[in-house]
């Protein structure tokens, strides 16, 4: 029972332009919302996260929506830098219970 | 300050076998947590200890046992290692409950390959 879901396994994208990486999610009761991010060979390291009672947060190049009444999350991140080659997980939180996507892996183009 | 460190980072077990992944943070957190990451599947975590003294199951339990030894460490134990449970496993830290401010960090990771 995945109750949190990114359903591209991929993402390509040129450099300076808008990447978009998406996360569904099943279980309406999640207080929170994180996205983090993982080089090879490293753990996940913290995003951007965003509290459920609200709709949007920005942190410099990144901004996170939550959509609560399609249960849909996505990350936005403007420009795009080569830099951010990486695999993307969104995460949904209640408690001490951290679920995870499947991650999305971004490459961005020079 | 070394953040979360896991030993081995690597390891090869035949079916049978048993070991104890390590996991220490120097954070001075109370929480921590370990997580299996498989293809094509997020983190699913295994058990999590809340504070010193207090284990509790994840999503994933069955098969591993943890020990959280005192603030600073929190161990895994594969008794019997079986095929499916080759994985990287991460363990984590946080101050506390999770929250939109708090989170947690991640060690580097251990890969294990039980044949």
């Known amino acids: 029972d995945q109750q949190v879901k990114q359903n591209s396994p991929s993402l390509s994208v040129q450099e300076g332009r808008i990447s978009i990486l998406n996360c569904d999610y099943t279980?309406?009761?999640?207080?929170?919302f994180l996205w983090y991010k993982k080089y090879p060979a490293e753990g996940p390291t913290f995003l951007i996260s965003i509290s459920s009672i609200k709709d949007k947060n920005e942190d410099g190049r990144f901004t996170v929506f939550l959509n609560k009444s399609a249960k849909h999350l996505s990350l936005h991140i403007v420009p795009s830098q080569p830099g951010d080659s990486a695999v993307y997980f969104c995460?949904?939180?209640?408690?001490?219970?951290?679920?995870f996507g499947a991650g999305t892996r971004l490459t961005v183009k020079p | 300050n070394a953040g979360v460190t896991q030993t081995p980072k690597f390891q090869v077990l035949k079916t049978g076998q048993s070991m104890t992944l390590q996991c220490a943070q120097d954070?001075?957190?109370?929480?921590m947590y370990w997580y299996r990451q498989d293809p094509g599947m997020g983190l699913r975590l295994i058990y999590y200890?809340?504070?010193?003294?207090?284990?509790d199951k994840g999503e994933v339990p069955n098969g591993y046992n943890v020990s959280r030894l005192n603030k600073r460490e929190f161990s895994l134990r594969l008794e019997s290692a079986a095929p499916s449970q080759t994985s990287v496993y991460f363990c984590?830290?946080?101050?506390?409950?999770?929250?939109?401010?708090?989170?947690?960090?991640f060690g580097p990771g251990t890969r294990l390959l039980v044949l």
């Open positions: 984590a830290s946080s101050v506390g409950r999770l929250a939109v401010q708090e989170t947690q960090y």
């Open positions: 200890s809340a504070s010193e003294g207090t284990t």
């Open positions: 954070m001075n957190h109370n929480s």
């Open positions: 279980n309406s009761m999640f207080d929170y």
């Open positions: 995460a949904a939180i209640l408690g001490y219970d951290m679920r």
